[in-house]
């Protein structure tokens, strides 16, 4: 009996409500298919977050569980342990992270922010949350600190007060330290913010405080008076202890070092100008730029290391940022390629009072992350593990790719090793703390990403993980000497000439197409063995269009320049030979400052991986440069690439290297043209590029006139002139190609067999089918030429093209044919050769082996509505209009694990999916507002639910809008905090136990607790509990602190570690119990009264 499901019967109803509901042509055709996907299989969240933390503001690190935190201006959190554990948890208020604290071994980290909140964060679930937040609205905070194994964290703020609160409670102590106490007579003016708070490593009742005018205070925490100042007259930017406690050293303003000895006041017993030139008269040497930081870390064998960063003389103009490691006689100035955000020294211990034993250091700069291996000569970096090179060259379009083919990333990573840098640290990367999920997802995925400098990089994106794979620079194909013109335009198109705009790619053939900015569109083949290519293939296409005098509404940005443009015959295209255009009348249209690129002349060396087939450029014609190239395709088992722009569209012959069909806009319909056209120019008439071409109407090949490159996609708005909003005429002068789509179905109405289709959407909604008639496999594909005939339009649709897909008859999808890959450069004589070629390619699809009178499914998908066809009858069996107001920005035909789904991405931020071929709408989520048009351009589907955008310049977001994977994602998430044994406290010789001060030296609870200190302002601060979520919970409820701090005491006794279970035991009886308890009080309170109380 089948199943009833309420849901069924309300997505019938939302259709019959909906503006324009699914139509269905024909009730025989409308039960053909019974369809699987329900609304129940979708649900949409974020996964992962990979790249470099955008504009990062902070950092620290825990040196017991090895982890790393990453703070930015946008209040987001990143935290890194070992590679392939990663996590990103984001503060709800967006303001930049000041200051990051570790509560060390603890599996907490405390944030402050700009908007002066401070909050506690659990790392002990796989998605932390916050526990507490407090958020002072009197004062400013500048500096926090936190004792190793206290609970007491130190706040310093812009007026120079210090204000302490309980990580446990999150309660401020009625104990502050005012700065006019701190100071008192010793200076007459303010003495600025704090800049700098911690205890003597040797007593912790003893606290330094630098104040960013120039004074140190060091505070007797028990007798609430200063012990001792030390004053200087440059400002302050950081200080540090020597572990023994007696020694301190200061970083300045004016580029130096003070060191100072705890007991002597008046003056530092050493003053340092690392960078400063020492005249020889014994005077001071010349000021330097600010030491932003230093650190001061010992060693048992040898000199101490003093790290800083900043302190360059003012004179090395253009001299990349530093950082200068002091060690005994030498220094090293290590250049970084960006500023640095700040740096922390990694060291073996986690007390404050040991020597330290620095082993590492970690750089955090404004674009990158880098650690150097202090223990090494040389001072070499550690090869980093993270995904965090995605912005080397900024990201300008982006493609997708699950269930892949098992064989992919294997080739792609032996080609790509061979791509790696030398000369890093033999060591282990040192942050490695945390687990892998335990996810059981394990279907290859692949993310592609096309760079401004004309890279494309080939990531391992399976797994939730995300590793570089293989790098290709298309630019190498190119003489690099452009004359470096019009520098002003901030454009990327005049600067990066290079920049990839689409990528097609074939997985199972492993063909590769790039088109970038400047008009042309590279075919690479894969290779696993190296070649050097003797003259790059050129192939040379003209395209303009025909006519005159009509305005161009340039929506993206722009001319409305008039100019009209008098047809040339078309040479045929040159198969090489240098551009034979002019590129110099440049003058009369905007962004004409882009002449094509040169082809390179000389030998190309070709190493493994993917290696360049053929060039296709797009010519100037009469002065005017091509036109972009906006939609792209390639079909390996046709041996066909075609890309289009708002000119027309060309097909290439990859296998023979010739222009196939060159077909402008004007002459898509040919007599059966839909739109008013305005008169055209006198034709001259040509025969069609090199006689290929069967065109039955408007056989001459046009050549569409140029505009200037519109940079739509780069355009910072939504100013796209929307197709339903303007006029004819303006529509006809704009309409482009937008989208392609290689099929083996039934080309025209009627017909009974299956032939080798192209499929052209355009700008205004119309699909157009050309049949491809290609010789047989092996020598004479070589040799005869593929015939294209048109066979007219299939459908229309309202707005732009932006998707097509076929289905057979059962409803599978059914993937365009394709060559299975084999290896180009095979050394084997000519005959073994030609056998490996003619290897006939094969169709996935089952409609190979389909009855005649079985029919498919055309899905097509514009940015308004979405229809499917039945074919070979050609009539439209459903149609659904998925937006009324917006426009869709991407869509997908996409095989999730229970059937064929459309996915839409909508302007307005709405993330939608429909079942095909019924179109009914399966899941609506308003999802993200648009905000910039990165997401737009990076946004794209995959199948099996997998979604994926740039949420910034340097950050890939994951999502997923499959149930499944929702339902796995916790199991697949890493853990960050994982149970390890605090080392054990340095050992104190009997004399400092005596006489030196030391961990029980003070005890803080009874300094700063309620009942000595007294409760603090109430206007001071607000305390806010977090969200924590149910794992969090139970920590907030006793203080996460408190809690540990007495299990550990118990582990000490029982000598064993509890497992996981019987925390989680505990947990269930604590919260079982406190449910009891309420439904007693409940009970008892409900007793005694009458119904008529309640």
């Not at 905070?141 to 007491?152: D, E, G, N, V």
């Not at 340092?272 to 001071?284: L, R």
Request: include cysteine; aromatic fraction near 8%.
């Amino acid at each position: 009996m089948k199943k009833f499901n309420i849901r069924k019967v309300l997505d019938g109803l939302k259709e019959v409500s909906s503006s324009t509901p699914s139509v269905q042509v024909g009730p025989q055709e409308n039960h053909l298919i019974q369809e699987t996907l329900q609304s129940d299989h979708f649900q949409l969240c974020k996964t992962v977050r990979h790249g470099f933390p955008y504009q990062p503001s902070s950092m620290a690190f825990d040196p017991v569980q090895k982890i790393l935190a990453i703070g930015t201006q946008s209040g987001a959190l990143r935290l890194f342990g070992r590679p392939g554990v990663e996590c990103y948890c984001q503060h709800e208020s967006g303001a930049a992270v000041i200051h990051l604290q570790f509560l060390i071994n603890e599996g907490a980290l405390v944030s402050a922010l700009a908007d002066d909140s401070v909050h506690l964060w659990n790392l002990r679930q796989k998605r932390p949350a916050i526990l507490h937040s407090l958020k002072f609205s009197r004062e400013r905070i500048t500096f926090c600190h936190l004792p190793f194994q206290s609970k007491w964290l130190y706040i310093g703020t812009e007026r120079g007060n210090i204000h302490l609160v309980n990580v446990e409670s999150f309660m401020l102590s009625g104990y502050v330290i005012m700065w006019n106490k701190a100071i008192e007579l010793s200076s007459k003016a303010h003495p600025g913010p704090v800049v700098h708070i911690s205890d003597n490593p040797m007593d912790e009742g003893k606290l330094i405080i630098g104040f960013e005018a120039g004074i140190v205070v060091l505070w007797d925490l028990k007798s609430k008076k200063a012990d001792y100042r030390y004053t200087y007259d440059e400002a302050i930017h950081s200080v540090a202890w020597h572990h023994e406690g007696k020694q301190f050293i200061c970083s300045h303003s004016d580029g130096t070092l003070t060191i100072w000895n705890i007991r002597g006041q008046g003056k530092p017993i050493q003053t340092i100008t690392p960078h400063g030139k020492q005249p020889k008269d014994g005077k001071k040497p010349e000021p330097c730029k600010p030491i932003l930081k230093v650190e001061y870390k010992t060693t048992r064998i040898g000199e101490p290391f003093i790290i800083l960063s900043g302190g360059l003389s003012y004179d090395t103009v253009g001299r990349r940022p530093c950082l200068t490691v002091m060690h005994g006689k030498s220094t090293a100035v290590l250049e970084m390629d960006y500023p640095i955000v700040d740096f922390l020294t990694l060291c073996e211990t986690p007390y404050s009072n040991d020597f330290q034993e620095p082993y590492a250091v970690v750089v955090l700069l404004e674009k990158d992350l880098v650690v150097i291996d202090l223990a090494q000569n040389g001072y070499p970096i550690f090869e980093n593990p993270y995904p965090l090179t995605i912005h080397e060259s900024p990201v300008t379009c982006c493609e997708y790719f699950a269930d892949c083919p098992v064989d992919l990333i294997p080739a792609l990573y032996s080609v790509g090793s061979r791509q790696k840098r030398q000369g890093y640290s033999k060591k282990e990367w040192p942050i490695n703390g945390g687990n892998w999920g335990q996810g059981t997802q394990s279907y290859p995925e692949i993310i592609i990403t096309g760079h401004a400098d004309g890279t494309v990089k080939f990531w391992d994106a399976s797994a939730i993980m995300l590793q570089v794979l293989y790098k290709l620079k298309t630019a190498k194909v190119f003489d690099r000497n452009r004359s470096k013109e019009d520098k002003s335009s901030t454009e990327v198109s005049d600067e990066d000439p290079f920049a990839i705009q689409i990528m097609a790619w074939c997985p199972e053939s492993r063909m590769l197409c790039v088109a970038g900015v400047s008009a042309n569109v590279i075919i690479y083949r894969f290779s696993k063995l190296e070649v050097t290519t003797e003259v790059v293939q050129l192939l040379e296409v003209r395209m303009q269009y025909e006519l005159n005098d009509i305005e161009s509404p340039d929506g993206g940005g722009g001319g409305g320049e008039q100019t009209s443009a008098l047809p040339t015959p078309g040479a045929s295209p040159q198969t090489s030979g240098p551009p034979s255009h002019p590129s110099t009348s440049s003058n009369n249209s905007d962004g004409g400052n882009m002449p094509c690129l040169k082809v390179r002349s000389t030998p190309l060396k070709q190493s493994a991986g993917y290696q360049v087939d053929l060039v296709v450029q797009l010519v100037w014609v009469s002065g005017e440069p091509p036109q972009q190239i906006t939609s792209l395709a390639l079909n390996s088992s046709y041996g066909l690439v075609v890309f289009g722009n708002s000119n027309g569209l060309a097909v290439v012959d990859y296998v023979q290297k010739t222009v196939v069909l060159n077909l402008g806009t004007v002459e898509l319909y040919g007599s059966n043209d839909p739109y008013q056209r305005q008169p055209r120019s006198p034709r001259k008439s040509r025969q069609p590029s090199g006689g290929l071409c069967d065109i039955n109407e408007g056989s001459a090949t046009s050549e569409d006139r140029c505009k200037s490159p519109t940079s739509d996609h780069r355009d910072n708005s939504f100013s796209r002139s929307r197709s339903s909003s303007v006029t004819s005429i303006d529509k006809e002068a704009r309409e482009s190609i937008s989208s392609f789509h290689f099929s083996d179905t039934f080309a025209r109405k009627g017909d009974s067999a299956l032939t080798p289709c192209l499929y052209v959407g355009t700008t205004l909604g119309t699909v157009l089918s050309l049949a491809l008639t290609l010789p047989p496999a092996g020598e004479q594909r070589q040799l005869q030429p593929v015939i294209i005939s048109p066979t007219g339009i299939l459908v229309r649709l309202k707005g732009s093209v932006m998707r097509m897909a076929f289905l057979d008859s059962t409803g599978s999808m059914l993937p365009p044919p394709f060559e299975p890959w084999f290896e180009p450069n095979v050394t084997a004589d000519g005959e073994e050769r030609e056998k490996v070629r003619k290897r006939r390619p094969v169709s996935v699809s089952p409609s190979t082996s389909q009855d005649l009178n079985e029919s498919q499914y055309a899905v097509v998908c514009s940015e308004k509505q979405a229809k499917v066809i039945s074919l070979p009858s050609q009539t439209c069996i459903y149609k659904h209009s998925i937006t009324e107001t917006s426009f869709i920005l991407r869509a997908d035909v996409v095989q999730m694990s229970q059937g064929v789904s459309l996915a839409c991405f909508c302007a307005n931020g709405h993330i939608m999916t429909l079942s095909v071929p019924g179109l009914r709408p399966l899941m609506d989520v308003n999802y993200l507002p648009l905000t910039d048009m990165r997401i737009a351009r990076t946004f794209c589907f995959t199948n099996l639910g997998q979604a994926m955008y740039l949420c910034s310049p340097t950050e890939i977001q994951r999502i997923t809008y499959s149930q499944d994977t929702c339902e796995n994602l916790q199991e697949m998430l890493g853990e960050l905090f994982t149970p390890v044994e605090t080392p054990e406290a340095p050992n104190r010789g009997f004399f400092k136990g005596l006489f030196g001060g030391g961990a029980q030296s003070l005890d803080r609870e009874e300094l700063f607790g309620e009942v000595s200190a007294g409760k603090a302002s109430r206007s001071l601060a607000q305390h806010i509990p977090g969200p924590g979520g149910i794992e969090g919970m139970k920590g907030a409820a006793s203080g996460i602190v408190g809690d540990l701090a007495r299990a550990r005491i118990a582990l000490d006794e029982r000598g064993q570690k509890l497992g996981e279970l019987d925390e989680r035991t505990a947990a269930m009886m604590a919260s079982a119990d406190s449910f009891s308890k309420h439904a007693h009080e409940m009970m008892l309170k409900c007793k005694d009264k009458k119904w008529y109380q309640f």
